[in-house]
């Protein structure tokens, strides 16, 4: 069943899930959403046709449901498994990685933020097949922690109203998990049912990369919401957490899946269509010295950003093992800080090198090669990496913990 664009304020068919049982089974069921729809992502990017049917394939696989703790029936995977589950997919199409992030993202503050009925309604809504999408952001404001948006108390329940964009995930979701100040300028997280009168979906994003995520426009006029979907988000930083590490580990393993891709096209291109050129004296492009030379550098580089990732990972896992402090957070944060800092800077040089090293044929419409580059560009426009750097050498250098928020 494929969802229609014309009913944007209505909610999405729900759908039957499969809850996954371990690690093994979510990895299989990646590798075959992959398989499906690695066929069609160029033309989705070419023709800016939303991937309802693979986000569909998503849900009824059990993947987005692979990070509900297993307390509350979920198969709770290692972040080790979550990483590559997010590099697989994204390396077949980063648009389909994306989208599903922040419901991952969500889990996180759930398992952080809500009371145990909270979590016991959301995470067995997540396990029956909805999906969550995102309403965090704003435009216009001073800078992305600021809001504009407010939730009032209006007897037994709540009304929000505010203007949010950059909202992945909205257009497909059940639930649209809306950020926005209460009386006391503190953060709250609405879950919002979509079909919500007020709720308006706006497909308007334009985004040169990433065109198929629907990252566009949410608008909330006086939308009620039930009190028990109303979540403290502010009590976040009250204490020390993983959240931030675990939404940037999968930031980083999307990355590292548009850096695969970038690789493998041009290694295809250059077997299959690509000219020697003529001082090389060779008969194939394949066999030209600085080719197969520059090949190899950007293979090592992507292995390296891949070691950083699982290792990333693993320390998340063994942070998450026990009680978490100020040391072991900073500690999880850094080691993803590290991978997310290679996988950005291998995203954008494989999807540039590969023109150099495709030649001329490789820019023609037809290939669309440079989507590698516009999603790897929009992508990791996210959050700078330029403040990695500076949280990793603070850190190694002075002992300075990284900043506790989402981007870190």
């Not at 398989?35 to 991937?51: E, G, I, N, T, V």
């Not at 889990?107 to 809504?125: K, W």
């Not at 580059?373 to 426009?381: E, I, Q, S």
Request: proline fraction near 4%; charge should be neutral; glycine fraction near 6%.
């Amino acid at each position: 069943m494929v969802w229609s664009t014309s009913d944007l304020d209505s909610s999405p068919p729900l759908l039957p899930a499969k809850v996954l049982r371990n690690d093994a089974e979510a990895l299989q069921a990646a590798r075959e959403l992959a398989d499906a729809a690695r066929q069609q992502a160029s033309r989705r990017d070419q023709q800016r046709k939303l991937p309802w049917a693979e986000i569909e394939q998503f849900t009824r696989s059990g993947l987005g449901s692979i990070s509900i703790p297993k307390a509350f029936g979920g198969p709770e995977v290692s972040f080790q498994t979550i990483a590559e589950v997010f590099r697989v997919i994204s390396a077949a199409d980063p648009a389909l990685g994306q989208i599903p992030q922040n419901q991952f993202g969500m889990i996180q503050l759930l398992r952080l933020t809500a009371t145990e009925a909270q979590q016991a309604v959301l995470f067995r809504s997540v396990l029956d097949g909805w999906r969550i999408g995102n309403a965090g952001p704003e435009r216009g404001t001073k800078d992305t922690l600021t809001l504009k948006a407010r939730i009032v108390r209006d007897g037994e329940q709540y009304r929000i109203s505010g203007e949010k964009f950059y909202s992945t995930g909205a257009l497909f979701a059940h639930w649209v998990a809306v950020k926005a100040l209460d009386e006391e300028g503190r953060q709250r997280l609405a879950f919002v049912r979509r079909g919500s009168p007020g709720l308006r979906i706006v497909d308007d994003w334009s985004g040169f990369g990433q065109r198929t995520t629907a990252s566009g426009t949410v608008l909330l006029d006086q939308v009620p919401v039930d009190a028990e979907l109303v979540v403290d988000n502010w009590r976040q930083r009250e204490v020390p957490n993983t959240q931030g590490a675990a939404s940037q580990l999968i930031q980083a393993a999307i990355d590292a899946g548009i850096a695969e891709a970038a690789i493998d096209d041009a290694i295809a291109f250059v077997r299959e269509k690509s000219r020697p050129w003529i001082e090389a004296k060779v008969d194939r492009a394949s066999d030209d010295p600085y080719v197969i030379a520059d090949i190899g550098r950007l293979k090592l580089e992507l292995h390296a950003a891949e070691v950083l990732l699982r290792k990333a990972a693993q320390v998340l896992d063994e942070v998450n093992a026990g009680p978490v402090d100020e040391a072991s957070a900073a500690r999880a944060s850094i080691a993803v800080a590290e991978a997310k800092v290679l996988t950005t800077e291998v995203a954008l040089q494989a999807s540039e090198k590969l023109f150099e090293l495709a030649g001329s044929r490789a820019t023609l419409a037809e290939f669309n090669l440079d989507r590698h580059w516009r999603n790897a560009r929009v992508h990791t426009l996210h959050d700078p990496v330029r403040w990695k750097y500076h949280a990793v050498g603070a850190w190694h250098l002075n002992g300075t913990r990284p900043a506790r928020h989402s981007w870190i």
